[in-house]
């Protein structure tokens, strides 16, 4: 039986290697986000505001060590 460092460690791993891809999707989504806001109906300022501020945003990686260190603590709880 797995214990906890090890499984924490395993999921930190598998985080890193998730990297690429989960910033590509980040990428691919926001033509989504901008298009479904769009489509609920707010008017043009808000919604050109809203484009705006979706496409100048940027990835931001999650910290897997981080993300190890708190799901540790959080299962010991």
Known sequence: MADLASMAAKGADKLRRKATSMAASYEAAK???????SAVGFGPTRT???RDGVNAATYRAPDPNKWRDNWMAKMRE
């Open 48 to 50: 050109s505001n809203y």
């Open 31 to 37: 033509g989504r986000a901008v298009e479904h806001f």
